[in-house]
């Protein structure tokens, strides 16, 4: 796809943010999805604007476009903005995206994810916070999966005793739990 057509559909998703009443937000999902995955530029404004939008979908799809598609390592405005997002979103889901991202885009220790873990109400967020933990620490992704599997079926609390029992029985790299 080419710069122009990037634009195009870029003008119309910002068009269709601003009119309250418009096609179902999926629609413009799928077209603000094309336009992270093109790593368009331009786009990634809109998408750290929308962190800020009042309405949960788009903060949390924004989130998802902006945090899988372009790589925030040098931008720490972004990642603090995320962080906050994960500690005091009233969404759940936007809360769950944002640990996912972090685990995606930050550095072990995140300590927003240790908060996270410890204190969220949402025993999904939480679960979430420790995958992503887990995630930092480099553990395979199969592994974190089977952690978060065991955890929901057999309704055990995602917590430090888990995240450190995990890094120590599972973990490549012990040391890290130095650093907790």
Same mark, same amino acid.
């Given at each position: ?69 372009? +790589? ?7 990642? +603090? ?72 079926? +057999? ?26």
């Amino acid at each position: 796809m080419d710069q122009e057509q990037l634009q195009r559909i870029l003008d119309e998703v910002l068009i269709a943010h601003k009119v309250e009443q418009s096609r179902a937000l999926d629609y413009y999902f799928g077209f603000m999805h094309t336009l992270a995955e093109a790593h368009y530029v331009p786009a990634k404004e809109f998408f750290l604007m929308g962190l800020d939008d009042y309405r949960s979908g788009w903060r949390e799809f924004c989130l998802k476009a902006i945090g899988f598609h372009y +790589n925030l390592s040098s931008e720490e405005h972004i990642l +603090n903005k995320i962080r906050q997002m994960c500690l005091t979103d009233e969404n759940e889901f936007v809360r769950l995206t944002a640990t996912g991202v972090l685990g995606a885009q930050s550095h072990w220790p995140d300590f927003t994810l240790i908060l996270v873990l410890q204190n969220d109400a949402s025993m999904g967020v939480r679960i979430s916070a420790l995958g992503a933990l887990l995630d930092l620490a480099h553990l395979p992704s199969y592994i974190v999966i089977e952690e978060e599997k065991k955890l929901q079926q +057999n309704g055990i609390e995602p917590d430090m005793a888990q995240l450190k029992r995990i890094i120590e029985e599972r973990g490549p790299d012990k040391t890290l739990l130095l650093d907790i």
